[in-house]
């Protein structure tokens, strides 16, 4: 996608294009056959994304949760990004973080945030 975009978490994070794709091909040099369990990038399996290939996971920083990961294929195509935050003690989940894309049209600015059907 050659637009701009940007993604809020519930974490209250917010990640441009230009963000999430930096982490992305950094991410990506480290995807190897013979990568440890439980090391990053990982492949990412919670959710079912329409997109062709592995899918894989990197977090957006380091450090103790609440987390916020940027998830991508092979190609550098950036699926979504998610939070995965603390519910009660011991038990976490994953949470999609909010889509906007920006389209700027005659100096005009609109914003969606409706991916659910692909409307944007």
């Known amino acids: 996608m050659n ?4 993604f809020e978490c519930p974490t209250g994070n917010e990640f441009t294009k230009a963000e999430l794709l930096q982490k992305v091909l950094f991410a990506k040099q480290f995807i190897r056959p013979d990568k440890p369990d439980k090391q990053y990038p990982d492949r990412f399996v919670h959710f079912g994304y329409d997109i062709p290939g592995e899918l894989w996971y990197y977090p957006m920083a380091e450090g103790p949760g609440p987390h916020d990961f ?4 092979i190609n550098n195509r950036i699926v979504g990004v ?3 935050v603390l519910s009660r003690p011991g038990d ?10 920006v389209i700027v049209t005659q100096h005009i600015l609109f914003t969606c945030q409706d991916m659910t059907n692909n409307i944007c």
């Open 82 to 84: 998610n939070s995965r």
């Open 3 to 6: 637009r701009n975009f940007s």
């Open 70 to 73: 940027v998830i991508f294929n």
């Open 92 to 101: 976490d989940i994953i949470l999609p973080c909010k889509f906007t894309l």
